[in-house]
């Protein structure tokens, strides 16, 4: 049977330029290529991709809603700084609205589910082994989106991206340390699915409880005098 070609992946042609745009500058804050702190110029980014001013001034908008860029009248555009605060509500935000998922997905899920989800953990246990960093953290996307999917709750993921954008960053700053917890998360991503296939929605709420918290590992890294530079002096 010939794939669907709504099944088939984009091909970065075909990705609006506002959505390629905002991607590509977000990649820069997230990987911390633009330091906190930077100021930005619409001109000088627009030219440097290669597009007119409006795409990325509607990406600075969208940028500033999600906390990593301030727009301050009169003075301009700046990566937003790393603080505490905003880390803490990500953590907070995203682990609500994935226990949510995970439990609606323990009710819905079917065997092909299991099997598909049981796959993607395979495949970052070899990316592990391998030490690919990359594409054990796709994967990790994969993963999670592959239980909003089960669940029929896309907007779900939409949210998180939006609310994770901080925490992002200090996941960045922590694996520069060479500090990573993948064999840990596999075994998260486990429990996880051993929940699901028991149909037990408290166990695989409880077990995405457990994943994503992450409060006293990210303030012990922001606390890092390393990370200090890079924190407003808010942060606690």
Known sequence: ???NVSDAPLRPSDIPVSQRVYEQIRESIISLEWKPGTKLSEKDVASEIGVSKTPVREAFIRLSEEGLIEIRPKSGSYVSEISFEKVYEGLMLRRAIEMAVAA???NRRTTLDLVNLQQLVERQVEAASARDGV?????DRDFHQALANI?????AIRLVHMVRGAVSRVQRLRISRGENRHMQVIEEHRAIVAAMESRDASAASAAMDAHL???EMFAKIIRSPEVQEH?????S
């Open 1 to 3: 049977m010939s794939k």
């Open 104 to 106: 609606e997905a323990a």
């Open 135 to 139: 594409a054990f953290f796709e994967l």
């Open 151 to 155: 669940a029929a709750m896309p907007s």
């Open 213 to 215: 918290n992450c409060v």
């Open 231 to 235: 924190v407003t002096p808010k942060a």
